[in-house]
């Protein structure tokens, strides 16, 4: 694994947990475009070598999942507040998987700044997903971004790389924006006999915010995880 994941607690009012380390339905750290059922409530408290963070996520609607995050670096007295919003464009279909889009720090000082597309696709007893991700989602950057083809103003992204910006911003300029985009994903395999799960995720996060404080970043960008229900 890229990092030590030591405790994942959680609370649901209808459906089991099945949240990511951010809060939202998802993998280990990326996103699925998995929706939990209308009205759920979740809790989670993810404690990592290089972060401890508490959320609260809320199933609006059957398409709009909100997220409220406080996350703190074990290295470094700080703690930041971000919201995050993930909404399903459709649902999965027999040959067409589901798919959504989302923003990951929608107000605050874009410490967490990134944006996504994903999909996610049942096949048997697995789950995959396949993601383009902007900002820290982009990681180094794979492609270049589609959108600057559309309009100057995605060319550049401002970047919170050795400092932090104002808090309680909101900067929708700054969504889908960057030179390039980059792909993260993974698989989720469920047996059917079995009250245990498996995750194999990759995520290109670079980590530069914690970086520049000083803590190491990722190894490898694969993570695997056991979860038990």
């Not at 963070?53 to 670096?73: D, H, K, N, V």
């Not at 993930?86 to 279909?93: C, L, P, S, T």
Request: hydrophobic share 35%; charged share 20%.
């Amino acid at each position: 694994m890229s990092r030590l994941l030591l405790a994942m607690l959680g609370f649901c009012l209808v459906t089991p947990l099945s949240a990511s380390d951010f809060g939202v339905k998802g993998l280990i750290d990326v996103p699925t475009a998995r929706m939990s059922a209308d009205g759920t409530l979740t809790t989670t408290a993810a404690f990592q070598s290089r972060t401890n963070s508490y959320a609260i996520t809320y199933q609006a609607t059957p398409w709009l999942e909100g997220t409220f995050r406080y996350t703190g670096l074990n290295d470094w007295f700080y703690w930041d507040r971000n919201y995050e919003a993930k909404v399903r464009v459709w649902q999965e279909q027999d040959y067409l998987p589901q798919v959504a889009f989302g923003v990951r720090d929608i107000v605050g000082t874009g410490f967490y700044g990134s944006e996504y597309l994903v999909a996610s696709k049942v096949l048997g007893d697995f789950d995959f997903t396949l993601g383009v991700g902007w900002g820290r989602l982009a990681g180094e950057g794979e492609l270049r971004n589609p959108l600057t083809l559309v309009s100057s103003r995605f060319d550049n992204r401002t970047s919170t790389e050795g400092g932090l910006g104002t808090t309680g911003l909101f900067q929708p300029g700054q969504w889908f924006s960057g030179e390039k985009v980059g792909f993260f994903g993974g698989v989720h395999y469920q047996p059917e006999s079995l009250p245990i799960s498996l995750m194999l995720e990759y995520n290109p996060d670079q980590y530069d915010g914690a970086f520049y404080k000083g803590v190491p970043r990722p190894k490898s960008p694969l993570s695997a995880a056991i979860k038990w229900e």
